[in-house]
């Protein structure tokens, strides 16, 4: 009896071994110093210890705010866990993400955590927060908000190939550990690029900084929709991507800087002197766009979108930069010139108006890092937009709104719920939406006559906006009192026009559909049709009246109306 309790302790202790959860952090963007489970009861303690990027000791305290890691061996009946983040460089709530697994290696996506997990806070560097995996789940990846890799960027951009608006996938240059930095150029082809602005867009300086990425996976989505004002906004510019400008940071799993532990962000101060070879990659880009003062691109760049993430803040934002009329590079370099600011609030107020979650945040004021301007934006408008030879004769070149975007980790447009992925992916779209009315766009469709009528009818129209679309208002004039009257519309305009089978009239259009229209006692008839929002929709009108009070009815038809949408 006594081995046998013997045998039963060891198998009991066994057991209690075997399923002691072990937590990793060795995949892509996962970081942490370290991790320690303790059994307690029914549960385990579980400390997870941040380290600062690349593990670099010399960093400050505020970098260190990711952290991302896998915990496996769990019970397929349950494992509850209470997870402690330890040395924490960030004070702000957030309900962090995970994704679970029943075998170990196929893991669902990440979604946001049970509302019973938002931490608590026992010290301004510790989190702390408890967790219970459903039944059948043996492993969990656990983030402080969604993660996004490297493999989902180089999967993405692969996605686009053959895409019939993207006009070039390319590579800027590479990362210090070989990783491309790619480009993504965005526009219709089959419009000639004079007159297009250029708009210039990049993602990721920060690599942790995710929101950037989703909100760059929706608008691109936005831009291929086929949607009209998409559609018009690529007619009239060319849209530049950087959908992640800090690889090595991202495969690191670092929150703030590159591979070099450089703050990338803060090589725009002297770009041209720095080192760092993602930097390198973009002002390259960049600068071959504007050209220079005396010689400008034939399409600069003139919207520019830094795309980031903060913490402390509870909607998403934008820095606008302070006006100064007497600003000077040398004696007063706070701010920027009061038409940048104007432009820059132009911009705010459209984005605003085009996203409701985005009209939660509140603008903040940027002095862009004066004295030493450690920003893109700094660089755009100091090197171009306050020159007075770029605004001025000869070129009167645009001055360019550059600004920096940021997304939040906390709740979502509707104030209760937490935000997702999904939230900055719709941001992204409207994003797009606002680019287009910044740029002051417009819908466009026409009406043309074509041809004469056969005899007296005459088929006149004209547009109306309508939502996302147009409807056009169609007269028939010039028809015999009371008369019978159709309208015959086609999607195809006979390049011999064929003649009516009861006399010598002609038909322009294929004959698609009819409608009745009622001819009043003066000759006149009216009708409305709805042109759907197709890209490119052509349709053919053209009016046909039957006079019944003849003793051998009298047929005319009318020239013909093209109905189109001009994007």
């Not at 940021?406 to 409207?430: F, I, K, M, P």
């Given at each position: 009896m006594r081995s046998l309790a013997l045998l039963c302790v060891w198998l009991s202790c066994s057991l209690l071994l075997a399923q002691t959860p072990v937590v990793t952090f060795a995949g892509e963007t996962m970081r942490l110093r370290s991790a320690s489970v303790t059994p307690s009861g029914g549960q385990f303690n579980v400390t997870l210890t941040m380290e600062n990027d690349n593990a670099d000791g010399g960093l400050p305290t505020s970098y260190?705010?990711?952290?991302?890691?896998?915990?496996?061996?769990?019970?397929?009946?349950?494992?509850?866990?209470?997870?402690?983040?330890?040395?924490?460089?960030?004070?702000?709530?957030?309900?962090?993400?995970?994704?679970?697994?029943?075998?170990?290696?196929?893991?669902?996506?990440?979604?946001?955590?049970?509302?019973?997990?938002?931490?608590?806070?026992?010290?301004?560097?510790?989190?702390?927060?408890?967790?219970?995996?459903?039944?059948?789940?043996?492993?969990?990846?656990?983030?402080?908000?969604?993660?996004?890799?490297?493999?989902?960027?180089?999967?993405?951009?692969?996605?686009?190939?053959?895409?019939?608006?993207?006009?070039?996938?390319?590579?800027?240059?590479?990362?210090?550990?070989?990783?491309?930095?790619?480009?993504?150029?965005?526009?219709?082809?089959?419009?000639?690029?004079?007159?297009?602005?250029?708009?210039?867009?990049?993602?990721?300086?920060?690599?942790?900084?995710?929101?950037?990425?989703?909100?760059?996976?929706g608008l691109v989505a936005w831009l291929l929709s086929g949607d009209p004002y998409a559609e018009v906004l690529l007619d009239r510019t060319i849209l530049e991507l950087v959908p992640m400008a800090n690889p090595d940071g991202v495969a690191l799993g670092n929150y703030r800087v590159n591979a070099n532990s450089a703050n990338l962000e803060d090589e725009w101060a002297s770009p041209y002197a720095s080192p760092e070879p993602e930097i390198v990659a973009l002002r390259t880009a960049i600068a071959s766009h504007m050209g220079t003062l005396a010689a400008p691109g034939s399409n600069p760049i003139t919207v520019l979108l830094n795309l980031h993430?903060?913490?402390?803040?509870?909607?998403?934002?934008?820095?606008?930069?302070?006006?100064?009329?007497?600003?000077?590079?040398?004696?007063?370099?706070?701010?920027?010139?009061?038409?940048?600011?104007?432009?820059?609030?132009?911009?705010?107020?459209?984005?605003?108006?085009?996203?409701?979650?985005?009209?939660?945040?509140?603008?903040?004021?940027?002095?862009?890092?004066?004295?030493?301007?450690?920003?893109?934006?700094?660089?755009?408008?100091?090197?171009?937009?306050?020159?007075?030879?770029?605004?001025?004769?000869?070129?009167?070149?645009?001055?360019?709104?550059?600004?920096?975007?940021?997304?939040?980790?906390?709740?979502?447009?509707?104030?209760?719920?937490?935000?997702?992925?999904?939230?900055?992916?719709?941001?992204?779209?409207?994003?797009?939406?606002?680019?287009?009315?910044?740029?002051?766009?417009?819908?466009?469709?026409?009406?043309?006559?074509?041809?004469?009528?056969?005899?007296?009818v005459a088929l006149q129209g004209s547009l109306a906006p309508q939502g996302n679309a147009y409807v056009a208002n169609l007269a028939i004039a010039g028809a015999p009192a009371n008369a019978l009257g159709f309208l015959v519309f086609g999607f195809a305009n006979p390049t011999v026009p064929l003649p009516a089978p009861w006399q010598n009239c002609l038909l322009r259009a294929s004959l698609d559909a009819t409608v009745t229209v009622p001819i009043n006692g003066l000759g006149l008839g009216q009708s409305q049709l709805g042109l759907p929002a197709w890209p490119g929709l052509r349709v053919f009108a053209q009016a046909v009246v039957a006079d019944l009070t003849q003793p051998v009815p009298a047929v005319d038809t009318s020239n013909a109306l093209e109905l189109a949408n001009d994007y």
């Open positions: 260190r705010r990711w952290w991302h890691c896998q915990i496996g061996n769990l019970n397929p009946a349950g494992t509850t866990l209470v997870i402690t983040i330890a040395n924490a460089g960030y004070t702000d709530v957030i309900l962090p993400v995970w994704a679970q697994s029943t075998n170990g290696t196929v893991f669902s996506a990440y979604t946001r955590c049970p509302l019973s997990a938002v931490p608590t806070q026992p010290s301004s560097t510790t989190h702390r927060f408890t967790l219970t995996t459903p039944a059948g789940v043996t492993a969990i990846r656990l983030a402080k908000y969604f993660p996004y890799t490297v493999t989902r960027k180089d999967a993405f951009v692969q996605s686009l190939v053959g895409q019939p608006r993207l006009r070039s996938l390319s590579v800027l240059g590479n990362s210090q550990q070989g990783r491309p930095i790619h480009r993504l150029v965005f526009t219709d082809g089959s419009v000639p690029d004079t007159n297009k602005q250029r708009i210039w867009i990049h993602s990721g300086i920060h690599p942790a900084e995710t929101t950037s990425y989703f909100t760059c996976e993430s903060s913490h402390n803040v509870a909607y998403p934002f934008h820095f606008q930069h302070t006006a100064n009329a007497n600003w000077n590079p040398v004696t007063s370099n706070s701010g920027v010139i009061p038409i940048v600011n104007q432009i820059e609030g132009q911009w705010i107020t459209r984005f605003r108006a085009a996203s409701p979650f985005v009209a939660r945040g509140s603008t903040q004021t940027s002095s862009a890092g004066a004295p030493t301007r450690p920003f893109v934006e700094s660089m755009m408008h100091d090197r171009w937009s306050a020159q007075a030879t770029w605004t001025g004769a000869p070129n009167f070149e645009r001055p360019v709104m550059a600004i920096t975007f940021e997304g939040t980790y906390g709740r979502a447009a509707d104030t209760l719920t937490w935000n997702t992925e999904a939230d900055y992916r719709q941001v992204g779209a409207e994003m797009g939406r606002a680019l287009f009315d910044y740029l002051g766009l417009q819908l466009t469709a026409s009406v043309t006559p074509i041809g004469s009528p056969c005899v007296s």
